[in-house]
């Protein structure tokens, strides 16, 4: 038959097990919701990423347009503005050939 004091001994080295084997399973825990929490990371890393890059793209190819609009409608203006001008190139040269023949 075993003794109060072996039992209570049993008891207390049994208890140090469990202990034990609760601190090894919540460090595996703790590993394993790291691990999880770093890859969760990266991925949401990788996806913000790859995000940024579309926005990026998008935006280029926005800001190409807005350009080639900007462009486009410059050129007009400036074309516009030539043909006014060269409408005015002979009145202009007679007033110059006025200016002339009057100092002349």
């Given at each position: 038959?075993?003794?109060?004091?072996e039992?209570?001994?049993?008891?207390?080295?049994?208890?140090?097990?469990?202990?034990?084997?609760?601190?090894?399973?919540?460090?595996?825990?703790?590993a394993?919701?790291?691990?999880?929490?770093?890859?969760?990371?990266?991925?949401?890393?990788e996806?913000?990423?790859?995000?940024?890059?579309?926005?990026?793209?998008q935006?280029?190819?926005?800001?190409?347009?807005?350009?080639?609009?900007?462009?486009?409608?410059a050129k007009?203006?400036?074309?516009k503005?030539i043909?006014?001008a060269?409408?005015?190139?002979?009145e202009?040269?007679?007033?110059?050939?006025e200016?002339?023949?009057?100092?002349?």
């Amino acid at each position: 038959m075993t003794s109060i004091m072996e039992r209570i001994a049993e008891a207390e080295t049994r208890a140090d097990e469990i202990i034990e084997e609760a601190n090894r399973t919540a460090r595996e825990r703790v590993a394993k919701a790291r691990t999880a929490a770093d890859e969760s990371i990266a991925a949401a890393a990788e996806s913000e990423r790859r995000h940024t890059a579309e926005i990026l793209s998008q935006a280029q190819e926005d800001g190409k347009a807005i350009a080639a609009e900007v462009t486009d409608k410059a050129k007009a203006e400036t074309h516009k503005l030539i043909e006014a001008a060269e409408r005015n190139v002979p009145e202009a040269i007679a007033y110059l050939m006025e200016r002339i023949e009057a100092t002349v």
